[in-house]
């Protein structure tokens, strides 16, 4: 994994608020609104629509990979 897109893995770990292993929808949209997307809740539905394979409305850890890969195509990588 490349340093964006071991970078974007730890801020989507980040938002994992209760540690369950799993983003839900708004996890994720905290996870993009930090990494300052337009569109937030948009962009949650596309990255749902690339990484959640099973169709379960969250990303595990088993779809984090997909999820990172779907961001780090985008263009997407930590600002300081």
Do not use: C
């Not at 990255?47 to 088993?62: K, V």
């Amino acid at each position: 994994m490349g340093l964006f897109s071991g970078q974007l893995k730890t801020i989507f770990e980040e938002h994992d608020i209760n540690k369950d292993g799993l983003l839900s929808k708004e996890e994720l949209k905290k996870a993009f609104e930090k990494l300052r997307a337009w569109w937030p809740d948009w962009r949650v539905n596309r990255a749902l629509h690339h990484a959640d394979a099973n169709g379960d409305g969250i990303i595990s850890s088993s779809e984090m990979d997909d999820l990172v890969k779907y961001a780090v195509r985008l263009g997407y990588k930590i600002r300081t």
